[in-house]
């Protein structure tokens, strides 16, 4: 393996090894917090997230991610950046606060209005710190940006946590994402202070700004591609449905949630700099298809196989109807994943155009399924999910492989492989599961069933991919 190869392993390593122990917290944290609160908490959290998501997105115009897809970014074009950035989110800000009345009308929910207009301030603080993290970004520097998320994590869990003891209910989750982004704004400006002045004029900025826009517009489809179904489901079957449907989503969703973004902060930093080298992006890019197959086939066809006993472990015996939307959200889960690696590589050699075709496709194939899907429940929606994401995935990978200079065949060689393993542990899984005795207590039977599907998982990967293993394992000792 190569020096600049295991650079970047090791900035995976930084940036998820120190996370996790944020997400530690933040996981024991979340359970705990889904136990004080009701599917109406969350489901109010989920429609002001509708927009707010949006805006959040949308709030820099792209220029974080200009900056470190850039080969030469000088001072002049840093400070007009940043204004930039102040200008949008200061609008976006307010903007939303005068917005809030609307939105809640939306949703035929007045109190969300209330929830909308705090959680405004979000923008203000984001635009404190975009310039910093992507200059860490840049310089790759994760083993600092680790430190600095797993902090805002840590910080933001315990003040969830506690708000939700003492009964706060909803506002328990709307001080989470003040805390979170309050904490990054003051230790990004801390670590990596810009020590410039901005500077508004729309000159200067170059081939920033059309790069800038581009990558604006993909994460709008993104976002609604993402938000469609909690947008359908809030109209249609209310808050308290789609709490019940956003609780199982965001449970299905914790191993990709919790190490994608890792990969591709990391990924998006290592393509920008290796951009002209169009090889080892290819090679560069299979790898992380293999690593993400090895890790989230698993991940996600294990927890379907056990949500018997998880969710009522995990969540309580009240989220028992989210067991069947949870198992098939874990259907299409690993698709996303692996579909979510093509982004970081097509924006880090400069091909935003494609992403930007993806989203569109993803958008409205997964809009048909849901709005019919919607009509059956929860359950609908989570079907149509794990029925028509297949399809998205399948059109896209393919338009996305093209542009990369891949071949199908080349991904499914390292897919097929952790798919067939998993698939295969998830049956023997169900077959135990069906073989304990039933007065066995819940706790040791998951227990079990995790530890059994582990093994058998774990030791079949040591003994078809021992090259992966040990260039990784190489990778940690370089």
């Known amino acids: 393996m190569s020096s600049y190869s295991r650079q970047v392993v090791r900035s995976f390593l930084w940036q998820g090894g120190a996370q996790s122990v944020g997400q530690v917290i933040s996981w024991v944290a979340t359970i705990v917090v889904i136990r004080f609160l009701s599917p109406a908490d969350y489901g109010l959290m989920a429609m002001a997230n509708v927009f707010l998501g949006l805006f959040f997105l949308i709030a820099d115009l792209g220029f974080g991610a200009a900056a470190v897809q850039?080969?030469?970014?000088?001072?002049?074009?840093?400070?007009?950046?940043?204004?930039?950035?102040?200008?949008?989110?200061?609008?976006?800000?307010?903007?939303?606060?005068?917005?809030?009345?609307?939105?809640?009308?939306?949703?035929?929910?007045?109190?969300?209005?209330?929830?909308?207009?705090?959680?405004?301030?979000?923008?203000?603080?984001?635009?404190?710190?975009?310039?910093?993290?992507?200059?860490?970004?840049?310089?790759?520097?994760?083993?600092?940006?680790?430190?600095?998320?797993?902090?805002?994590?840590?910080?933001?869990?315990?003040?969830?946590l506690a708000l939700a003891v003492l009964g706060a209910g909803v506002w328990a989750l709307v001080a989470g994402a003040l805390v979170l982004n309050g904490v990054r704004a003051i230790a990004y400006n801390l670590v990596r202070p810009m020590k410039i002045m901005p500077l508004l004029s729309r000159t200067a900025v170059g081939g920033l700004?059309?790069?800038?826009?581009?990558?604006?517009?993909?994460?709008?489809?993104?976002?609604?591609?993402?938000?469609?179904?909690?947008?359908?489901?809030?109209?249609?079957?209310?808050?308290?449905?789609?709490?019940?449907?956003?609780?199982?989503?965001?449970?299905?969703?914790?191993?990709?949630?919790?190490?994608?973004?890792?990969?591709?902060?990391?990924?998006?930093?290592?393509y920008a700099r290796i951009q002209n080298d169009q090889e080892r992006v290819r090679r560069n890019l299979l790898r992380a298809i293999q690593l993400v197959s090895l890790f989230c086939f698993p991940a996600f066809y294990g927890m379907a196989a056990v949500s018997h006993e998880l969710v009522p472990i995990v969540l309580g015996p009240r989220w028992v109807e989210l067991i069947l939307p949870f198992q098939l959200l874990c259907i299409a889960l690993p698709l996303k994943a692996i579909a979510s690696l093509y982004q970081p590589a097509l924006l880090g050699v400069g091909r935003p155009?494609?992403?930007?075709?993806?989203?569109?496709?993803?958008?409205?194939?997964?809009?048909?399924?849901?709005?019919?899907?919607?009509?059956?429940?929860?359950?609908?929606?989570?079907?149509?999910?794990?029925?028509?994401?297949?399809?998205?995935?399948?059109?896209?990978?393919?338009?996305?492989?093209?542009?990369?200079?891949?071949?199908?065949?080349?991904?499914?060689?390292?897919?097929?492989?952790?798919?067939?393993?998993?698939?295969?542990?998830?049956?023997?899984?169900?077959?135990?599961?069906?073989?304990?005795?039933?007065?066995?207590?819940s706790v040791w039977r998951l227990a079990l069933l995790i530890v059994s599907g582990a093994a058998f998982y774990g030791g079949c990967v040591l003994l078809c991919q021992r090259v992966v293993v040990r260039e990784l394992f190489s990778a940690v000792r370089g």
């Open 353 to 441: 155009r494609v992403n930007l075709v993806n989203m569109v496709v993803a958008l409205v194939i997964m809009t048909a399924a849901i709005l019919v899907g919607v009509r059956h429940g929860v359950v609908g929606m989570s079907a149509a999910w794990a029925i028509a994401y297949p399809l998205v995935f399948l059109l896209n990978t393919q338009r996305s492989l093209r542009a990369l200079g891949l071949s199908f065949g080349e991904v499914v060689s390292k897919c097929a492989l952790p798919f067939a393993l998993a698939a295969a542990m998830a049956v023997i899984v169900i077959g135990l599961r069906d073989a304990i005795d039933s007065a066995t207590p």
């Open 70 to 160: 850039a080969e030469v970014v000088d001072r002049e074009q840093l400070r007009r950046l940043f204004g930039f950035v102040l200008v949008t989110n200061g609008l976006a800000a307010v903007v939303t606060f005068l917005a809030a009345p609307f939105i809640a009308a939306t949703f035929h929910e007045q109190r969300l209005a209330h929830v909308v207009r705090v959680l405004s301030v979000n923008f203000l603080l984001l635009a404190t710190f975009v310039l910093p993290q992507a200059q860490m970004m840049r310089e790759m520097d994760f083993r600092a940006k680790a430190r600095i998320d797993v902090l805002a994590m840590a910080l933001s869990a315990s003040a969830s």
């Open 209 to 270: 700004a059309s790069f800038g826009a581009l990558v604006t517009l993909d994460r709008l489809l993104y976002f609604l591609f993402t938000q469609v179904d909690v947008l359908i489901g809030g109209r249609v079957l209310g808050k308290d449905l789609v709490g019940l449907y956003a609780v199982a989503l965001a449970l299905a969703v914790i191993p990709m949630d919790k190490v994608l973004p890792v990969i591709t902060q990391v990924s998006f930093a290592a």
